[in-house]
């Protein structure tokens, strides 16, 4: 046996020294994940069809609700300057999506339809009557399956740097794909993936974000740095690939439906945004009868934060629209 070691000690050494590098991101993530299970804190949950979805409200007034996109939580309104104006007119409501921040994952993970039932579970068992929805990114797609299903218990919609037309670039799945193997998945993105996006001061976080934000600056510190436990979570990633692939299959349908939607549309898209091209939401301007584009020239994706004051804007004038026809 010592013969084979000393014969093979190329092999044992790198052997051990893996074993080590494994052991010792394993723990660190271990660590984070403990540091990040109630970063931030939960503040409500509602339960629909035995999932537990985490809701916060601001405010009071005509319902807004807000969705975030993938990867994303309540966060994306919480942290965002847009708050404030709006909670001081308005019942806010930010829900994290199923599988997203503190939700559970829906029954069938990354289901667009059922993402969309649940929410409207969610906004039915608050009371948030002929609500406002307000969809950032992907956001605005489950707005757009849940318009498809309930738009007569809807005011008006407001999307967000919205994917309305359900055509996610296919170079966005690579990322996500390990979170799916059976078995080894999870222990893949625990013990690669979380650490290796925690590390270096949230550095490939950092410039997700960052490209997000642009051109309009870099995203914040204290934003990347309280959602940076949220985005790494084996659930968030999990929903968001299914969701990604659920999109594609479902979204044809729902598009389908739009020319007989009577529920107003305010589409609010920065010219320059890289994470959904306004090429976009010129398409779904075309094809929803009663929609309004409004192009922030020179802003980005991250409308919330960026240019706070035309979406407040473009949320009061849907609560004009809503409160007009009912």
């Known amino acids: 046996m010592t013969g084979w070691i000393a014969r093979h000690r190329v092999l044992v050494m790198g052997s051990v020294l893996l074993v080590v590098i494994v052991a010792g991101l394993r723990v660190a993530s271990a ?10 804190p939960a503040e409500r949950f509602v339960t629909v069809d035995g999932v537990a979805l985490h809701v916060v409200e601001r405010g009071s007034g005509h319902p807004v609700v807000f969705l975030h996109g993938d990867g994303g939580s309540v966060l994306d309104l919480l942290l965002s300057p847009v708050l404030e104006p709006l909670a001081d007119r308005y019942r806010v409501i930010a829900v994290d999506r199923p ?28 009371g948030a009557e002929d609500p406002v929805l307000v969809g950032h990114s992907r956001g605005a797609t489950v707005v757009a399956a849940y318009l498809d299903a309930y738009a007569e218990e809807v ?22 794909r390990p979170v799916t193997w059976p078995v080894v998945g999870p222990t893949v993105v625990r013990t690669f993936y979380a ?90 301007d075309q094809q929803l009868p009663r929609s309004e584009l409004r192009v922030l020239q020179g802003a980005g994706h991250a409308l919330q934060f960026t240019r706070s004051d035309e979406v407040a804007r473009a949320i009061d004038d849907a609560i ?7």
């Open 155 to 176: 005011g008006a919609a407001v999307s967000l740097g919205g994917d309305l037309l359900g055509e996610p670039d296919p170079g966005d799945y690579g990322v996500y």
């Open 31 to 40: 660590l984070l994940e403990r540091s990040c299970t109630d970063t931030p």
């Open 195 to 284: 650490p290796a996006v925690r590390a270096a001061d949230h550095r490939l976080l950092r410039d997700g974000l960052d490209h997000a934000f642009a051109p309009e600056g870099p995203a914040p510190d204290g934003f990347v740095a309280d959602t940076a436990c949220r985005w790494v979570e084996v659930d968030s990633l999990r929903a968001t690939y299914r969701l990604m692939e659920d999109t594609r299959e479902v979204m044809p349908e729902v598009r389908r439906g739009y020319a007989r939607l009577e529920v107003p549309w305010l589409l609010v898209h920065g010219s320059d945004d890289g994470n959904v091209p306004l090429a976009d939401a010129v398409a779904a």
């Open 320 to 326: 004009s629209l809503a409160e007009r026809a009912w």
């Open 99 to 126: 599988g997203h921040g503190h939700s559970q994952p829906g029954h069938e993970v990354g289901s667009l339809r059922e993402q969309a039932r649940l929410v409207r579970g969610v906004v039915r068992e608050l």
